[in-house]
């Protein structure tokens, strides 16, 4: 079959908020941009699904006519952002994000921007409304774009990015594309694990291909899992619905044996981690710990009701947040009815948010010549654990990224394929086809799944992270070679692209579960059962990961460090959370 | 009902393979509160890896608005359309299918 080729200047892999920011900037620099998306333009990804919030400091805010705090600073969000991520932040990135979001906020107004709700330092907005709002800027700025196709592995020249190989996922036929510079856009992998937060596209090609590129991965081990996932009924799996009523009306969490398991802490932090997004990393860990107890229920979860809340305040924030009861097309009357009679429904974490990624520096460069990265995909400015905006975090850094990259694109040369190497590659991606081996990649896929989401989740120890790894080699080793796809057809055939994402799932998952088996404390969203302690001795180092000749080679370096001095000492888990919680700056707004 | 199975007919067709379409039959498990498209995923992940539904990019939560299709008869969306016994799965347009339920662009 011939391979379809094209050219550009600036390619974007990914069609999230980072990837069409960065495709406008480096379009309205002057040079061509090409923009994939593994999904259907402005309708794949995190970043339709989030709610969404665009947070800021509220003296910028009220600079651009918004009721933003005018007692609120930069350095003061800066202050949350850092001490939010318990010091493990790149204050570079940190810096970046508080400088460049009120330029991106004047942005998205002039772009017609419709504001849902507001408070002293955040606008809301739904992530479906960004999108066709960012899709219809690219159009007109004359962005190139393709959907619904699937960047397979980045070409190489010198060790310089030249452009990549692609698979239209509809037709079966490969693309080959040659660009000047790469901005990696591809957002998370959340398909590694199950249950999760939905969306199927996200299985972490980009950043595997980038490591396999030469990056190096940083804080691969932080993984954001969300609270208060519904995990009945299957229907609704997946869905925020009640992470959101909680955040807002409250509610109760009961185990098994039917106690709050949540009284067990301290109210303080019980207070500020149930009541703002701190919610995520602790009550995920509570809850994880009761299943891991054996108090959960039969789907791994624990119980949710309405509690000492009367109906009426719920249903009047309820039908606030899901008007009709309506949440997108999801119908929950019948969660309506069970909240006002009093009925639990089960829920638990699942993976929302990747706080590692490519490590780049503030220019969004990743050390390969031309690659750049933006977005969740990279190691961005949350360190170990996320309560501010990922929102804001991928138009700025989208916005930043594109523009170095078209400055790049417009210094170096237009390279073709090799032509010999996009052979190799093809041969390679077409193997699941040639049924030589008996594996089918779904349901290796689906143990995979389960297994990273009780090994890797929200509590974690030593012997079980090995376990993991062991089991992650021997996939890779007897599987991962032999997946097959039933059907050779090559129009719309899931089991070959399922094969195609495993090995990158895999890849990840080795070397998240091995930088959280070398962090032998507990930071963030990372809690070792087995080392409970906060080391800020030993510890305030980011993880790095390469590939090497024999595997994965895994160190650290320091964190990134400007202006805000970290803590020294070693400090128990709990303990550590209630003085980030409490080191929150005097500003008004959620977060 | 848990505990018991349903019967789930499933529209085939691959233009570059098939004169015709036909459909498929499958045993699937029922739990209550399942969709359409968690019977298609029982199928695909246990019964049928050669099926073809709109999921590579599917947001199963009724986000997307991706996963049109009949469910014995009558369009909606596969992922928020409740199963309560046999079922019917076809795509909404049968002239523009690329493959079983998945179809062209519009379609
Ligand atoms: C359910 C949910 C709700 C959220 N709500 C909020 C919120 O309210 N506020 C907030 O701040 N954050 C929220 N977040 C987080 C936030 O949405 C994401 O961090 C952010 O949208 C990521 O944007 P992105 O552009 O980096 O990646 P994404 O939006 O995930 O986009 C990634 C893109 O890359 C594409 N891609 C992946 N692999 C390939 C490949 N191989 N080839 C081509 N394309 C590829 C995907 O198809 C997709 O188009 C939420 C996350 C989830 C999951
Ligand atoms: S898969 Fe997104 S709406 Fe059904």
Redesign the pocket.
Known sequence: MPIQKIETDVLV???????FRAAIAARERGVRALL????PLAR????P?????F?LDGASMNGLGRDGDTNDSMDKCFNDIVTQGWFLNNQKLVRHYVETAPRLLKDLMDYGIDIKLSDQRMIFFS?LHLMDILLKKARSVGVDLLED????ELLRRDGGVTGAL?LGIRTGEFIAVSCRAVVM????W?KAFWPN???R???G??MAMAQRAGATLGNMEFITF?CNIMYEPPMWRGS?APYMLGLIAGGRLCNRKGEEFLKQYDPSVVKTGTSTEWNKSFISMASMKEVRAGNGFENGGVHFDRGEVSWDLMKMIATFIFPDWKYKAIDLSEWGRMLEAGEPIEVGPAV??FDGGIIVNDRFESGVPGLYA????CLGAFGSNRVF??????LVQ?LTAGENAAAFAGGSAQVAPDASLVNALVHAAEAPLAGKGNISPARARRIIQERAHAQLGPVRNGNELSDFIAFLERVRANELGSLTAASPGRIYNKEWIDALELGNMVQLLEVSARCALARTESRGVHFREDCPVTDNDAWLKESTATIGDGGFDIGSRAATVTSMSPPGGKVPYLDMMKRMMESHSDTGGKH | MNGDSIRVKVFRFDPSRDREPYYSDYSVPFEKGMSAMDALDYIYQNLDGGIAYYDH?GCSLGICARCTGRVNGKPGLICQTAVEGDIVLEPVNKDKVIKDLVTRRGG
Do not use: R
Not at chain 1, 49 to 53: I, P
Not at chain 1, 149 to 152: E, T, Y
């Open positions: 892999i990914g069609g999230g908020g980072a990837g994939v998306s593994k999904g794949c990804g995190a970043s699904m989030a709610g969404a919030d947070t992530g196709v699937m960047v397979l692609c856009a591809s957002g998370g959340h937060t939905g969306m596209d996200l299985s090609e980009g969300c925020l929302e948010y933006a977005g969740e995909c905006s990922a929102i804001t975090e991928m989208g | 990019a």
